[in-house]
């Protein structure tokens, strides 16, 4: 069973950085996006980043030149830095990927959401 794990929300002030990391197990043989979501107060679901298996990326435009989405394929991990945070990044960020276990076609799979609040 593939599970997907988030870790490093917490609390920062404006300015500053946090880097949260997405790690894929389970019976996993390839996967083909990963990426990041976030979902603040009272608000929808939205796109942060992501990236493909041959390393491109795509940004939502208020996050564009702060946050940086990066992966270690051999780890099946993934990351999101974000530097210069700002009060409206407060959200539960989500990690996302579509993926290929063995022996079954290609999925959608979510983490269970890590809180990132900034303070101003």
């Known amino acids: 069973q593939v599970q997907l794990a988030e870790s490093g929300g917490g609390l920062v002030q404006a300015g500053g950085s946090l880097r949260l990391s997405c790690k894929a197990s389970?019976?996993?043989?390839?996967?083909?996006?990963m990426g990041w979501y976030r979902q603040p107060p009272g608000k929808q679901r939205e796109l942060v980043a992501k990236i493909t298996s041959g390393g491109n990326t795509n940004y939502a435009d208020s996050v564009k030149g702060r946050f940086t989405i990066s992966r270690d394929n051999a780890k099946n991990t993934w990351y999101l830095q974000m530097n210069s945070l700002k009060p409206e990044d407060t959200a539960v960020y989500y990690c996302?990927?579509?993926?290929?276990?063995w022996g079954e076609g290609r999925k959608n799979y979510w983490g269970q959401g890590t809180q990132v609040t900034v303070s101003s």
């Open positions: 996302n990927a579509d993926l290929r276990a």
């Open positions: 389970g019976s996993i043989f390839i996967t083909d996006v």
